[in-house]
């Protein structure tokens, strides 16, 4: 089982950008598919990205396209999620997972880090 830990959150105001990391132990990161999720309070959780084992292929939800970009280093066992002209709809606490399937299917994600808060606000 990997475990992974979400860093890189904070407060930032309307535009700003953040850079998340999630770092991964007990197994190396290169195995998985790996993905971000995000939670807003009061509604459901929401597929941000993901990245295949090698970064050949991505996924970035509508809401985030070409303003989000996902990404990873094998050789440091971390992948990153670049955030770009946040907006206030982007508050949330995010969380990286892993997908031992290849896919990018969200049930086959099944390793979580505990999550980290983004708040985008002025």
């Known amino acids: 089982q990997v475990q992974l830990v979400e860093s890189g959150g904070g407060l930032v105001l309307p535009g700003g950008s953040l850079r998340l990391s999630c770092a991964a132990t007990?197994?190396?990161?290169?195995?998985?598919?790996m993905g971000w999720f995000r939670q807003a309070p009061g509604k459901e959780r929401e597929f941000v990205a993901a990245i295949m084992w090698n970064g050949g292929a991505t996924y970035h939800a509508d809401s985030v396209k070409g303003r989000f970009t996902i990404s990873r280093d094998n050789a440091k066992n971390t992948m990153y999620l670049q955030m770009n002209s946040l907006k206030p709809e982007d508050t949330a606490v995010y969380y990286c997972a892993a997908n031992l399937e290849g896919s990018f299917r969200v049930a086959g994600f099944r390793s979580w880090g505990q999550g980290t808060q983004v708040t985008v606000s002025s």
């Open positions: 007990g197994r190396t990161l290169s195995r998985y598919t």
